[in-house]
């Protein structure tokens, strides 16, 4: 439906732009071909990792099962980066499996977002040169299918797989928070999702929104998209409070190697580990980074002319150059160390990965470099304007193409040792807290093609598992980006075996009752535990082991040196039969409380009973809770609120920018 829409105050009317009675009161809805031709990709780009089996690649951990992380009550041992979102992928696991959930989930955010940047091309094409199937189709694959989506995938960042699939739904919405607060907030909860990762990427927009187009109800519309991030930044809160490590952005530098490494970043390049980067790389992507700048600089400078900076097109023109900025940042010379300082502030620990602020920059260069293109060629020779996308499509395909069926076997699926199992089923029928060897954060799995991953034993073994967060940039200087306190004492117990000496006795102190030892990358410097006399070996296999620390004594010790009951009905909340004193052999951090006095944590990182048997609680967890279900609560509200269309949360009127 076609409607004549009157000039107003922030779109002017001016001869050939604005408002026309050609422009719908809406944002066209999207076909059914770019949805079809999304899924299609999505399943490419997966390929062998469709069929059975796990996945292991760097921060892509996809096991049997994949639990609802603890981050969501502020408890460790992970950051936050999780949370919110891995609640629904680990509630999707519980029904269907891990690798099921996740990889279905994979495909349909691909395709989600494939169809979102296809929108955008149309929606921001002028009427009198609407954007065809060929500009669309550009817009998508550099999106959902180019060099930075298919890293994100093949590196297993599931956080901003969620942010390819989201924000070009939300983009428009974000630019302009003030039109329609329920589908701001709506907006807003959906990028607040993606944890730290999706959510300073929302909130960037946000403030561009809010400066750039200065809505009248300027502080509730800043409430309104500020308030659902409170589900991650509240959990991120409280972890760095109880003292969790994080590195600065320069181990996380963007990768701007050579003159060809600055425009490659425009095309999706520039991952911090380059020998993770998809695509082809080198010459190709710098060549077609050029080309997305320049006809990027044209579409855009149209677009901003005929409907103005306040307009949403206008935010997200700002929030674009911003993005590109703060991507670069990282690695440029005298900007960079600025950068740096910035991120090692705790206000400043979302911001420690600059590179992922390029998806800013090609939410909106994605679907403009198309129109400029077309704009370019026009203006060259009219002819060439229909020839023009056909060449962008053909340079995202030159992009995209390499990174199909697996991304360079990196999503190759794996199947675990069946010692694995047996150590797990060991472990279950025994419960007690582990400590998983070889102490490394990221080591390199044989039976995962040799590829380096997550260590996946603490999240397959399931309970309560010290495992080792240190990525080890620097060997000499070991340091922990965990809440788990007890991870210190064992950085030293390791120290001191691979050194020969026995740490039975250390191990039981701490409340270990299994050691695990995988027979992978530097397992060998571990062979003292065979001959360690506090230790007894359970299950000698050949890719695992598993040891019993012979001097356990349960899983709460009182003064006395007698075990007592500990359960854990709860994330945050324990049970024990243990009088003042009790040692609780689990991870201590501060607002563990008994009644309201608080647990002292051991210099070991364990908890200590201030007083006699009874419940112990984490007492951010309820408030942490009660901010989650308000934030869920609200988006139900939001939803019940939109008005006629959904259209209206998708895009703001035409008329209104």
């Known amino acids: 439906m076609r409607l004549n829409v009157p000039p107003t105050a922030e779109a002017p009317q001016r001869p050939g732009v604005g408002p026309t009675s050609t422009e719908p009161s809406e944002a066209p809805a999207v076909g059914w071909w770019p949805w079809a031709v999304g899924l299609l990709l999505g399943l490419v780009v997966l390929g062998p990792a469709l069929g059975g089996g796990s996945l292991l690649s760097l921060d892509l951990l996809v096991t049997p099962e994949i639990p609802i992380p603890d981050g969501l009550y502020g408890l460790g041992p992970a950051l936050s980066q999780r949370v919110p979102l891995f609640a629904i992928v680990g509630g999707l696991a519980a029904v269907v499996g891990g690798p099921v959930a996740t990889k279905a989930l994979l495909v349909a955010w691909v395709a989600t977002g494939f169809a979102g940047a296809a929108r955008l091309a149309r929606v921001l094409a002028p009427p009198t040169r609407p954007a065809g199937p060929l500009a669309q189709l550009a817009a998508g694959l550099l999106w959902a299918g180019g060099p930075f989506a298919l890293t994100r995938i093949g590196v297993g960042h599931v956080n901003l797989v969620w942010v390819i699939a989201v924000l070009p739904w939300a983009l428009p919405r974000l630019c302009r928070p003030g039109d329609h607060l329920p589908s701001t907030f709506l907006a807003s909860s959906a990028l607040a999702l993606g944890g730290p990762g999706g959510g300073t990427l929302g909130l960037a927009v946000v403030a561009v929104g809010l400066v750039a187009t200065r809505p009248p109800r300027f502080a509730r519309a800043a409430v ?21 490590g994080v590195n600065g952005a320069g181990r996380f530098a963007t990768s701007a190697p050579g003159v060809g490494g600055w425009p490659a970043i425009a095309a999706g390049g520039g991952f911090w580990r380059p020998d993770l980067q998809a695509g082809p790389g080198g010459a190709l992507l710098a060549l077609v980074g050029v080309l997305v700048l320049v006809a990027s600089a044209v579409g855009g400078a149209e677009l901003v002319g005929c409907r103005g900076w306040r307009s949403w097109p206008g935010a997200a023109t700002i929030a674009a150059i911003a993005g590109l900025a703060l991507a670069v940042a990282s690695a440029l010379p005298g900007v960079r160390e600025v950068y740096d300082d910035l991120s090692r502030l705790p206000v400043g620990a979302p ?133 788990d306190p007890r991870a210190v004492v064992v950085d030293g117990l390791v120290r001191r075996l691979r050194a020969g000496e026995p740490i039975g006795d250390d191990l039981a102190a701490l409340g270990v009752r299994w050691v695990v030892l995988a027979h992978e990358e530097s397992w060998r410097d571990d062979g003292a535990l065979r001959t360690d006399p506090g230790l007894r070996r359970a299950l000698d296999l050949p890719d695992l082991e598993l040891f019993e620390v012979v001097g356990w004594s349960g899983r709460a010790t009182a003064g006395d040196g007698q075990p007592r009951s500990l359960d854990r009905p709860a994330p945050f909340v324990l049970r024990t039969d243990g009088g003042e004193g009790t040692v609780l052999h689990v991870a201590g951090a501060p607002g563990w409380r008994q009644g309201w006095s608080a647990v002292r944590v051991t210099d070991g990182g364990q908890l200590v009973t201030p007083r006699g048997s009874g419940v112990i609680w984490f007492s951010p967890a309820p408030v942490l809770v009660t901010v989650h279900v308000l934030v869920v609560a609200g988006a139900i509200v939001a939803l019940r609120s939109r008005r006629r269309r959904f259209g209206r949360f998708l895009a703001p009127r035409w008329a209104r920018g």
């Open 224 to 244: 309104v998209a500020v308030a659902p991030h409170a589900s991650w930044v509240g959990p991120t809160v409280v972890l760095l409070w109880a003292g969790a």
């Open 351 to 483: 911001l420690r990965e600059s590179h992922r602020f390029a998806a800013l920059w090609l939410v909106w260069a994605a679907p403009v470099a198309a129109l400029g293109a077309a704009r370019l060629a026009e203006r060259a020779r009219p002819v060439a304007a229909r020839a023009a996308p056909l060449a962008l499509v053909v340079a995202c395909l030159a992009l995209s193409v390499p990174g199909w069926w697996g991304i360079h076997g990196r999503l190759e699926p794996v199947e675990f040792p069946r010692s694995w199992a047996a150590a797990r089923q060991r472990i279950d029928g025994d419960p007690g807290t582990v400590v998983a060897l070889p102490w490394s954060e990221y080591p390199t799995l044989s039976f995962a093609g040799g590829r380096q991953a997550f260590n996946p034993l603490p999240q397959y073994l399931g309970g309560d598992v010290i495992s080792s967060f240190d990525p080890r940039f620097d060997p000499g200087e070991p340091r922990q980006e965990q809440v």
